[in-house]
């Protein structure tokens, strides 16, 4: 059958292989793909396998998994798919980092007080209620998408544009991310799931009340983490991160917190407090970037007043970035790895979650359901940056 599609489509003798399987299936299939000689590259020709999320469970079945299909495969011919960031959204964060000179000298501990992440959604699990069962919010989130956005953030210049210049610098952020200890899995981690409530003017139901829900279920709907950042740009400027479902607005954005300037300048006059400045980078819906900064309110007074400087890429240039999988899907074809985890990606993320997945599998949650549909999420999530004396930026 390959030989005839080869042959009707001039295909080159090139094969990409796509394993919609359950994720229990991918290593037997790729283990397939080599009995059958389906893998191997010979004459110039390409053989890449795309896998879907998620890849493992925690460190030890996501290293069991790679190290199988490794067996089989060349850490090149694997495309480990995730299409929460299109290209031009990762472009676009990398362009703005280091194209523009005003921004990357104060890109550090010096400047920034601190940078939140956030990725919210409106939507409830939908009909994939018997996948969240098995999963939950941080083994759905965290290790692939939010941590994608901190290593955008966080990493050092790549070299180049190459695929793999540019994953060598996220891997290292991923590596300098402190793993929790027991101890700071309970105050460093928040955990929430959804009870009844309204989205809009709709009225939508519990957690608990879903398809294929268990009716006295544990499973997270909302995750919020403090993570440190080892090493020497990013050292005692704390990373929050918070996704969840049901949540008051659908929005993914990154905010870079600046320090407060010096007072002293003020202190006779009407300025009672002065703002710290903020960068947003908006992912989506709508990608853009804001700067606040303070500014006189004009009139024989001092007084101050916060303005915001927004740019749309959508008013700019007329077109919104694809996120779509027929990005990746092309990005596969052409060999391009840039958007797709390696393996030392993989496995560092889950480094930092597992710790968290076992403390919570030995303390379930008593209080669960703990927010209300079209909230914000649980009130620990306020609290875990009131304690360092900080809150959540609050999206329009």
């Given at each position: 059958m390959?030989?005839?599609?080869?042959?009707?489509?001039?295909?080159?003798?090139?094969h990409?292989?796509?394993?919609?399987?359950?994720?229990?299936?991918?290593?037997?299939?790729?283990?397939?793909?080599?009995?059958?000689?389906?893998?191997?590259?010979?004459?110039?020709?390409?053989?890449?396998v795309?896998?879907?999320?998620?890849?493992?469970?925690?460190?030890?079945?996501?290293?069991?998994?790679?190290?199988?299909?490794?067996?089989v495969?060349?850490?090149?011919?694997i495309?480990?798919?995730?299409?929460?960031?299109?290209?031009?959204?990762?472009?676009?964060i990398?362009m703005?980092?280091?194209?523009?000179?005003?921004?990357?000298?104060?890109w550090?501990?010096?400047?920034i007080?601190h940078v939140?992440?956030?990725?919210?959604?409106?939507?409830?699990?939908?009909?994939?209620?018997?996948?969240?069962?098995?999963?939950?919010?941080?083994?759905d989130?965290?290790?692939n998408?939010?941590?994608?956005?901190?290593s955008?953030?966080?990493?050092?210049?790549?070299?180049?544009?190459h695929?793999?210049?540019?994953?060598?610098?996220?891997?290292?952020?991923?590596?300098?991310?402190q793993?929790?200890?027991p101890?700071?899995?309970?105050?460093?981690?928040?955990?929430?799931?959804?009870?009844?409530?309204?989205?809009?003017?709709?009225?939508?139901?519990?957690?608990?009340?879903?398809?294929?829900?268990?009716?006295?279920s544990?499973?997270?709907?909302?995750?919020?983490?403090?993570?440190?950042?080892?090493n020497?740009?990013?050292?005692?400027?704390?990373?929050?991160?918070?996704?969840?479902?049901?949540?008051?607005?659908?929005?993914?954005?990154?905010?870079?917190?600046?320090?407060?300037?010096?007072?002293?300048?003020f202190?006779?006059?009407?300025?009672?407090?002065?703002?710290?400045?903020?960068?947003?980078?908006?992912?989506?819906?709508?990608?853009?970037?804001?700067l606040?900064?303070?500014?006189?309110?004009?009139?024989?007074?001092?007084?101050?007043?916060?303005?915001?400087m927004?740019?749309?890429?959508?008013d700019?240039?007329?077109?919104?970035?694809?996120?779509g999988?027929?990005?990746l899907?092309?990005?596969c074809?052409?060999g391009?790895?840039?958007?797709?985890?390696?393996?030392?990606?993989?496995?560092?993320?889950?480094?930092?979650?597992?710790?968290?997945?076992?403390?919570?599998?030995a303390?379930?949650?008593?209080?669960?359901?703990?927010?209300?549909?079209?909230?914000?999420?649980?009130?620990?999530?306020?609290?875990?940056?009131?304690?360092?004396?900080?809150?959540?930026?609050?999206?329009?």
């Open positions: 390959i030989a005839q599609v080869e042959k009707e489509h001039n295909t080159q003798g090139n990409l292989y796509y394993l919609a399987v359950a994720p229990k299936f991918f290593g037997e299939a790729v283990r397939q793909l080599g009995v059958a000689g389906l893998a191997q590259e010979a004459g110039g020709h390409w053989r890449r795309v896998i879907e999320k998620p890849f493992g469970r925690d460190l030890d079945s996501a290293r069991a998994l790679n190290a199988e299909i490794k067996h495969l060349e850490e090149r011919q495309y480990r798919i995730d299409h929460y960031l299109g290209k031009e959204t990762v472009q676009n990398m703005f980092r280091f194209a523009n000179g005003i921004f990357e000298p104060i550090n501990r010096r400047y007080d939140q992440i956030t990725s919210a959604e409106t939507i409830g699990v939908e009909q994939r209620g018997g996948y969240y069962e098995t999963a939950g919010a941080l083994r989130m965290v290790p998408h939010l941590f994608q956005l901190v955008l953030t966080a990493m050092e210049p790549p070299i180049s544009f695929a793999d210049a540019v994953r060598d610098e996220q891997a290292k952020v991923l590596h300098a991310i793993p929790p200890v101890e700071e899995v309970l105050s460093r981690t928040v955990r929430g799931q959804y009870d009844k409530g309204w989205i809009g003017k709709e009225r939508v139901p519990a957690y608990r009340a879903e398809n294929n829900v268990a009716p006295d544990n499973i997270e709907t909302f995750v919020a983490l403090k993570l440190k950042i080892d020497w740009r990013w050292a005692d400027v704390p990373f929050y991160l918070r996704t969840g479902k049901r949540l008051a607005k659908r929005a993914t954005e990154i905010t870079i917190q600046f320090r407060r300037a010096p007072f002293q300048l202190r006779n006059t009407a300025v009672e407090r002065l703002h710290t400045n903020r960068l947003v980078l908006h992912i989506q819906p709508d990608e853009g970037v804001s606040q900064f303070d500014a006189k309110i004009p009139g024989p007074i001092m007084r101050m007043g916060a303005v915001e927004n740019f749309n890429y959508v700019y240039f007329g077109e919104r970035p694809s996120t999988y027929e990005r899907i092309y990005d074809m052409i391009d790895a840039t958007l797709f985890q390696r393996a030392d990606m993989v496995e560092a993320g889950w480094s930092v979650v597992t710790p968290i997945l076992d403390v919570w599998k303390l379930l949650p008593r209080a669960f359901p703990n927010y209300p549909a079209g909230s914000w999420g649980p009130p620990e999530s306020d609290e875990l940056l009131a304690r360092d004396g900080r809150e959540w930026r609050q999206i329009p």
